[in-house]
């Protein structure tokens, strides 16, 4: 494994000096010598290359188009759905989530096989699911095809989005605890100063998805509403983040959890900066008109950019006030927490334009498949961009959060929503080969005439409620995403509390991961079944 440090550089203590007799209580030292372990083992890393987390990036998409063709198939076998909610949560964990532990796990050394494994299986199941159609149903591959294009679906149902936001918080939980974990790749984690690590683009697409579904973004442009109410109504909306930034600094401080100090600062942490974000883009967005956002994030990430490069602010950033990394006031202790706030930003922005993209009305699988083609030309800019920045400006650095690292965020975020895009409409083909046949999350197929009825609420963005007609893990985290990072959060540190997780073996590594995202995953599970959201503002 590919790591930022090495034996030269950093002395840690061995397994048998941290091991107590049994029953015998823990030590000041032995507390603080774990807490010092645990820092040196998530700190001064490199991060990975861009192709490796290209290719992590299919997995998810791969693994929910299997779980969409195995239900297919599945309906072509029996003649109903999956209608057992005890097997359909069985199936969604170890399709949707266990693969993915695996992979960023035990997998990781041959990481770039994993994808076409599971491209080989998803063609096995749709060729058979082709050969195995009814016979009255089938016709020429070419009519499928025009068939398919002309296929109307419901435009403001948009399952790729709550995909990505729902896919964006798995792995992200899963990191979080797997990171303290010798078996998770330190390549994947949080680079220490520039690098692209896993965990470097997690933070920026959390940005990314929270923008895909901001109030900007799914208020109609037919409604007039006063720009400064729904200001107030943002800042009243976040106070739930403040809240959970507050209580996350007590208990931490409380119980003298090991932190990464460089990564936000010592009183600093992702919950304000997703609360302060969202504040600054309602502002920005109340002064500039929506549709040009993606000009005030290039030239907010632009403009910052620069700032770094002909100023001393850099080096504060990296060194301090002093030039000695010392964090003495308030500003100086949270330099990277605070300043790096105008790259989240950018980042924000520029999804707010994404996202308005998306939401215009298409109706077809033909407009989609010219929204997916534009999209990735997109994407290819935003690398050429991202390769001249590194070049001439500065590498990626999430803890700058300079033009490098939001050009590669956005970038990466926009091919991971289009893989999902792409996947939804690979299950919309498949079901028009098995007529019935349905897939929790996607896409329903629409009759010409009928776009105008009452349309599905299972995964639309906006959020509203409906008729739960099928039950699944997507729908379930999506309906409380916030308590489900939550819950991870806290698991995580309990976990950590409870068990000396650097000189874990990997079957007991495994099977605490795993342990850990299924009773997360079953408590969203059971609040959706129940239609229960828990939501305080």
Same mark, same amino acid.
């Given at each position: ?33 774990? %807490?010092? /372990? ?14 490796? !987390? ?45 693969? /993915? ?118 208020? %109609? ?20 983040? !403040? ?125 989609? !498949? ?32 300079? /033009? ?30 098995? %007529? ?86 079953? !408590? ?14």
């Amino acid at each position: 494994m590919k790591c930022g440090f090495g034996p030269s550089d950093i002395h840690l203590p061995n397994r048998e000096a941290l091991r107590k007799p049994r029953n015998s209580p823990e030590t000041e030292e032995e507390r603080m010598s774990q %807490k010092h /372990l645990k820092e040196a083992f998530i700190s001064n890393l490199n991060g990975t290359s861009l192709l490796e !987390i290209s290719l992590g990036l299919t997995l998810a998409p791969l693994c929910l188009l299997c779980r969409g063709l195995l239900l297919i198939l599945y309906y072509l076998h029996y003649g109903r759905p999956l209608n057992s909610r005890k097997y359909s949560l069985l199936l969604d964990f170890l399709v949707l989530v266990s693969p /993915l532990v695996f992979s960023c796990t035990v997998l990781s050394p041959v990481m770039c096989c994993v994808p076409a494994i599971l491209i080989a299986f998803c063609a096995g199941i749709f060729s058979k699911i082709y050969s195995q159609r009814k016979h009255e149903t089938r016709v020429p591959f070419g009519q499928i095809v025009k068939d398919f294009q002309e296929t109307y679906l419901d435009p403001d149902y948009i399952p790729a989005i709550t995909a990505f936001r729902v896919y964006v918080n798995v792995l992200t939980s899963i990191s979080i605890l797997a990171v303290d974990f010798p078996q998770y790749p330190r390549r994947f984690a949080k680079a220490e100063t520039y690098g692209t690590g896993v965990m470097d683009f997690g933070v920026g697409a959390f940005i990314f998805g929270n923008a895909l579904v901001c109030p900007e973004v799914r208020q %109609k442009s037919c409604v007039t509403q006063s720009k400064f109410s729904s200001l107030a109504r943002q800042f009243f909306s976040v106070w739930p983040l !403040i809240f959970l930034g507050v209580g996350r600094l007590l208990s931490v401080k409380s119980i003298e959890y090991h932190e990464h100090t460089s990564e936000y600062g010592v009183h600093w942490n992702f919950f304000f900066t997703l609360a302060f974000v969202r504040l600054a883009a309602s502002l920005l967005l109340a002064i500039f008109p929506k549709n040009i956002s993606w000009i005030v994030a290039l030239n907010l990430a632009v403009l910052y950019q620069l700032t770094l490069n002909t100023t001393s602010l850099k080096m504060f950033i990296l060194h301090g006030g002093d030039g000695r990394g010392t964090r003495v006031g308030f500003l100086n202790a949270n330099r990277e927490g605070l300043l790096s706030l105008f790259g989240y930003l950018a980042i924000y922005l520029a999804s707010v334009q994404v996202g308005l993209c998306l939401l215009k009305c298409r109706n077809s699988v033909r407009g989609w !498949i010219q929204a997916v083609c534009l999209s990735l030309l997109t994407v290819l800019m935003l690398f050429l961009i991202l390769h001249f920045s590194q070049a001439h400006a500065d590498p990626v650095s999430r803890r700058m959060a300079n /033009l490098s690292y939001c050009m590669w965020v956005v970038a990466h975020s926009l091919m991971f929503l289009v893989c999902f895009v792409v996947t939804d409409l690979a299950l919309v083909f498949t079901k028009l080969l098995v %007529k019935g046949s349905s897939v929790p999350c996607c896409w329903n197929i629409l009759k010409p005439h009928s776009t105008s009825g009452k349309r599905g609420t299972e995964a639309v963005p906006v959020g509203r409620a409906g008729t739960l007609s099928h039950i699944c893990l997507i729908s379930a985290i999506n309906k409380n995403q916030l308590l489900f990072f939550l819950l991870a959060n806290v698991m995580t540190g309990t976990v950590n509390i409870l068990i000396d997780t650097i000189h874990s073996r990997t079957a007991f590594t495994l099977c605490i991961l795993h342990l850990y995202m299924f009773v997360n995953c079953l !408590i969203m599970y059971i609040l959706h079944a129940k239609n229960i959201v828990l939501k305080f503002w």
